[in-house]
């Protein structure tokens, strides 16, 4: 996870990294936004593709954390989703299951 939001914030180099935490239900939901990034309707599409290239051949270095995380996650019920398009960039969205209350 520290991994996932420094190699994010190595991006951030010409808009601010922001991270937001919400409850929705049962879930918490951590938002990280990037403002500095966008990607073309095909390149979100295989985001979680290890072989992933940005647009100008720029590769994202994130492409085998991206997948590995999301598969790590799902192991322990979470998930790890990007945000539909937004304007503003790109906006990974993590979301945990909350523990339930111990007798």
């Known amino acids: 996870m ?3 939001l420094t190699s994010g914030a190595d ?3 010409t808009a601010p990294l922001h991270v937001n935490v919400r409850c929705a239900g049962t879930r918490v ?8 990034r ?11 593709d290890p ?9 994202i270095r994130l492409d085998t954390g991206l997948m590995l995380a999301q598969r790590l996650l799902a192991t322990t019920g979470a998930d790890l989703s ?3 398009p937004t304007v503003d960039g790109l906006c990974f969205l993590i979301t945990l299951p909350m523990c339930a209350d111990q007798p």
């Open 11 to 13: 991006f951030s180099l």
């Open 38 to 48: 966008s990607l073309t309707t095909e390149e979100r599409a295989r985001v979680f």
């Open 29 to 36: 939901v951590l938002a990280i936004r990037d403002g500095s």
């Open 82 to 84: 990007l945000e539909g």
């Open 2 to 4: 520290l991994e996932f």
């Open 51 to 59: 072989r992933l290239g940005a647009a100008g051949g720029q590769t």
